[in-house]
Structure formats: C-alpha cells, structure tokens
C-alpha cells in the first residue's frame, strides 16, 4: 500500500495535521475529519511538498499508467499524461457561483443556492474515495511570507493534482505553517468521481471561501488554486477587502538606464499572453540592454499600498501554460523553461519519446497523438489544442526575482487587448481611469480556430473575466472605479490590438518581440515623456513617437495601425452602449455616463 506519510487507515481515527494537536488547525481538522467520513478513503496522506514526496508520487503514477515518462536525456525527469478524452477543457456550462442571493452572482455566472449546491456535490462526494487515497494539500498563493498572499487547502484523490500543484503553488509544510499562523484558508474539495461527463460540477461558495468540483481531473476544473481560487473565489474576497484579483498577465520592463517598470495586461485567450509575458526585445533594444522580465503569465493580485500606487503579485508558482504555438520563434524562453521537470498534458510524442506538438517546428515529428494512437494527421492533430505544459515559474530564464517580493511590484500601466481585424489601432491609452474601466469593460476579440464555433467572431470578454469573476459582473465594474480616490497613484490604462489585417488579410503588425516598441512608449507615457494625438477614443501615438527603427510599415499599415476610423469608431460605440445593458440594473452610471460621453463626442 502506497502512502509515505498516512496518518491512519482507519478514517475513524481523526484525521489530523501531523503534530498539530490543540493548534489553531482545529478548523482545518475538523473539516478534513468531516471530509473524510464523507468521502470515505481508504487512507489519508497530509501532503508536506517535499522531494521525497512527490518522487513517490510520480514512482506511483508511472506505475499506474498515469503518468508516462518521456525521454530522460532530452527531458530528464519530465512526463506525460492523458486525461479522459472529453475531459480535456474548463466546462464553463457546469461551473456555478452559490450565493445566498442570486444577484450577487450576477448574469454572468450560472447560479445556484447553497443549500442545493452542497447537497447536490455531497450526494456525489458520498463514498466516492472508497479504495483511494485522500490527499490533502495545503498551499499558499504567493509568497510565503506576503501580506498580499492567501492559503488554501485541496483536498483531492488525485495525485495528478498533488503533482500540479507543489509546481503551480507554494504546497506544503511551508503553507500548512502559515495557515496555522492565520487560521484561514479557502476550502477546496476535489475527486476525478468516475470521469462521467454527466456527473462533473465545479460549484464556487464565496461567502464560505469553499469549492467543491467533481468528475473532472482536468486544469482548471482540478487544480483548484488556479481559476477557482485565485480567481472566483479570490475576486469575490479582493472585492470585500479592498484589493483586485485579476486575469492578468505581469511583466517587467528594464530600459538600458537600469529602470524596470511594472505593467499587468488582460487578454482573452488566442491572443499571445505568455509570449508577451515572456517577450524577448528585437536585437537593436538587446543590444542597447532593454530586457523583459516575467513575473506572471496569468494571474495578478493587486492592492494600493501606503503610498497610492497598485502593487502586484503573481498568486502562482508557475506556467500551465499552452503547448501548440510554443515554439523558439514564439516563445524562446517558454521553450528553454521546458526543457526538464516538467508534466505535459495531452500532447503528442515523437519516435523517440519527446513532447510534441503543433507550431513546435524543432524537426522532429509525432507518431503518438493525444489520445494515445498512431499519429494520423486524417484524424487530427497530433497535440490537443488545449494541450498544456506545467512547470515551475522559476525554470524560465526571464523570471523577475521580484517575483518572490513579499510588498509586491509597482504597476506603472494597465493594459487590455484583444484580436480585431478592423477598427482598432495598434495602440490607444484612456484619458482617465473611468475610460480605462470603460476600455476593460469592453474589451472584444475575435474567435480563432483553437476556439470552438466559427472563426472571426467578435465576442466581448470584459477585461478577459467573464468566465472567472466570482460575483456580479456590475458590482466588479463599480469595485473597479471605486479605486479613483484622491492621494491614488493608479496607473494608466492603454489598449493594444497586435492583429490589424490590411485589406489582403496580412497582418499588419510584426508583433512579437517587437511589441516592446509598444511597451517603450506607454513607459515614456506614464513618465510624461511621449507625446500624443488625442482623440474621442483616447490618446494615440504621434506616428514619430514609436520608435520604428528595423521595421518598415507600408502606408496602409501606417494609417490602419495609427488611425482612428470616425464611422467605424461610432457604430462601435452603439454597440458598445448596448452591452453595457447586458449587466443589468446595477450597472454603474458613472461608466454609461463614460460611454455616451465618448459617443457624444464621436457625433460631434
Ligand atoms: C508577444 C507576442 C504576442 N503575439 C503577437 O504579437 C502576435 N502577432 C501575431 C500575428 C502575426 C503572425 C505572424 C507574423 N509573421 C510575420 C513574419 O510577420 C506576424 C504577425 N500573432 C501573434 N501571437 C501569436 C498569437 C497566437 C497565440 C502572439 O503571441
């Protein structure tokens, strides 16, 4: 029997934190006691984080099929695993937010009460770790030792689970140690159940800071510090307390005199997140000593400290991030972060037992595809579309130290974008932070094929949250603008569009690394040293003001990128006006009034 540190096989006994007797983790006992007499496992194993514990993970997993290893020499001490295949996804329709009020959950999340949520997931939770072990994980969301972070504990039957987590969070004793400093932490409640698509709920309890997810062992339906916590759970509490979780990436930006400002970014998916947070300056800025430093690809809490401005921390420990598309053109150092220790999750495997997947372009080809059968492009693809990569944050060559600092960093600028063919310009900035907030609100991107349905559908994901606010879609906006408070320091607010097309459909921009040319002038922004054009949608680069060097633009690329269609811009702002009512009564007027202001302006 598998278990390196049970505490008893005999769930009758408590089930108790290792020398936690008479601690303040008498909550967290009881409830694992309570769980246990639930769920009924055949053991429990109080997961400390450490070495030793996760190679006996892994030695069991292996074991079991669970996971496969790949090639020790080009990936040593990396695996892969094949989830279920209709399990391979967030499953937004099953995914609720159960509040006492079903306005509070607003028209943005499916809803049900308490009541029934708990008695809907306990039903299925009953006996369900018969013959399994139960794990329990507890873990903090940043660094141990910031004010800003929050714990949790999962417990789960999955040592899939256990495996993701000790990368994508601080897990262990280290957190079980703050928890009992503390005394709270959000309850989180996981089983794989049988991998039924019929019988696979992620239920959200923000007034109780708990989740319960069912009968899925996939991502953000499984590894609950992720979107349930970070996100659902911890917008809903950031909201109560004064501070912003959002889903935002955070990267560094270092000019040659040494200076690194801060800049946190919002885009919905398909639009190159962790590329951009990963972002490697075109040779002319590496050469002068720009550098870019990632301190989060997702996820970004953020708080005004004493001083007025925002401070950020990535809440995660590390990337899940997207393998098709990684590649050394796109992404060099999420390339070089997955080298070794790190679990791939329904990829494709070459001849030699290597991860592979679309977009990789590093010569070799796949003979494995996801589901485990011989390749055969006829079928599909050789990697899911979904497929991921978990490693530590710390493996990327880019990672910011600043990263691990417990005040946080300072954000200079906020940034929202999305893919749009037409209207957009490459680059505006808000004229204040009620326009910001206006920006963020309606925020649209097209539809691209990785996506489900049709391609080039424009959808408006609200600064990328729509799946993952934890309360009233309105009540958000209105947390948002309740920051414009004298003595604050906000940060401004810029969009950016990196997917004009000209009329033959080409992209106009270049994108990729030399989207720092972008990054550069918001800098000289926020420090008043760039100039502007102001128009009815904001502030728009001066042609002169980006520096262009190494590129050339043709002159449609040039009036599309830097231009602001006056027709275009008002049939936009209808719209725009339009789904401002899709929140319902407790939309804030100071953001409607935002929007018929820029819309008055653009009938002028
Ligand atoms: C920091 C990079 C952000 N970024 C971009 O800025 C970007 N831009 C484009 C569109 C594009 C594609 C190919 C080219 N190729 C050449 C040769 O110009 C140029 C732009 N694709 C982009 N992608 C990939 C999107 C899918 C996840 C992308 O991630």
Redesign the pocket.
């Known amino acids: 029997m598998f278990a390196v540190n049970a505490i008893s096989h005999d769930v009758s006994k408590p089930a108790v934190a290792p020398g936690s007797e008479g601690s303040k983790l008498a909550a967290l006992n009881a409830w694992v006691a309570e769980v246990a007499a639930l769920t009924q496992p055949d053991a429990i194993h109080w997961c400390d984080g450490s070495d030793a514990e996760n190679a006996s993970l892994i030695a069991r997993m292996q074991a079991d099929g669970t996971l496969i290893k790949l090639n020790e020499k080009t990936h040593p001490n990396s695996w892969l695993h094949r989830s279920h295949p209709d399990d391979v996804a967030r499953v937004e329709h099953l995914t609720f937010v159960c509040t006492r009020e079903q306005e509070d959950a607003g028209p943005n999340n499916h809803w049900m009460s308490p009541a029934d949520g708990h008695k809907q997931m306990d039903a299925l939770f009953a006996g369900c770790m018969k013959g399994r072990t139960m794990y329990v994980i507890p873990y903090c969301m940043g660094p141990i030792e910031s004010p800003l972070s929050r714990c949790g504990v999962e417990i789960t039957d999955s040592p899939y689970v256990v495996a993701n987590m000790r990368i994508m969070t601080r897990m262990g004793a280290p957190a079980l140690a703050r928890i009992e400093r503390e005394g709270k932490f959000v309850r989180g409640l996981h089983s794989i159940g049988e991998l039924d698509p019929e019988r696979r709920f992620i239920m959200h309890f923000p007034e109780e800071l708990t989740i319960k997810s069912y009968g899925s062992g996939y991502g953000g339906n499984a590894l609950l510090g992720k979107k349930c916590h970070a996100l659902r759970i911890a917008s809903h509490q950031a909201r109560n307390e004064g501070w912003l979780a959002e889903h935002m990436l955070i990267l560094g930006l270092e000019n040659p005199q040494g200076e690194t400002h801060y800049v946190a970014a919002a885009f919905p ?11 490697i300056p075109p040779e002319g800025y590496r050469a002068q000593g720009w550098k870019v430093w990632t301190v989060g690809d997702d996820i970004c809490w953020m708080r005004p400290g004493a001083d007025g401005r925002l401070y950020a921390i990535n809440p995660e420990a590390g990337f899940f991030g ?1 393998a098709p ?1 990684t590649s050394d053109k ?2 060099p150092n999420a390339l070089a972060s997955i080298q070794h220790d790190t679990i791939f999750t329904n990829v494709g495997v070459t001849a030699d037992n290597q991860p592979w997947w679309e977009g990789l372009d590093n010569g070799h080809s796949p003979v494995t595809d996801w589901r485990g059968n011989a390749y055969d492009a006829v079928k599909g693809p050789a990697a899911h579309p979904n497929s991921r990569f978990t490693v530590s944050a710390r493996q990327c060559p880019s990672y910011s130290e600043q990263a691990e600092n417990p005040a946080g960093v300072p954000i200079s600028a906020i940034v929202f974008g999305g ?1 749009r063919a037409s209207l957009v310009p490459l680059v505006f900035e808000a004229r204040d932070w009620k326009h910001g907030v206006l920006v963020g609100a309606a925020m649209g991107s097209e539809t ?1 094929a ?1 996506a489900t349905g049709a391609v080039g559908v424009m959808r408006r994901d609200p600064m990328a949250m729509k799946p993952f606010c934890g309360y009233n879609f309105a009540d958000y906006f209105s947390h948002w603008l309740s920051f414009d408070q004298n003595g604050a320091k906000l940060p401004k607010i810029f969009h950016v569009n ?2 004009r097309k000209g009329d033959d459909g ?2 106009l ?7 720092l040319r972008v990054l550069e002038w918001m800098i000289q922004r926020v420090k008043g040293e760039a100039g502007s054009v102001e128009t009815p949608i904001g502030h728009l680069p001066n042609q002169g003001d980006l520096n262009l060097d190494g590129i050339t633009l043709s002159e449609e690329a040039q009036a599309k990128l830097f231009g602001f269609d006056h027709a275009g811009w008002q049939t936009e702002f209808a719209s725009i006006g339009e789904y401002l009512e899709e929140y319902g009564p407790r939309m804030p007027q100071a953001l409607k009034d935002e929007q018929q202001r820029i819309a008055r302006s653009l009938e002028g």
């Open positions: 998916s398909a639009c190159g997140k962790t590329n951009l947070a990963m972002l997207v598309g796109s992404n893919r691209t990785a990196w997917f080409k992209f921009w270049p994108g990729f690394g030399d989207n």
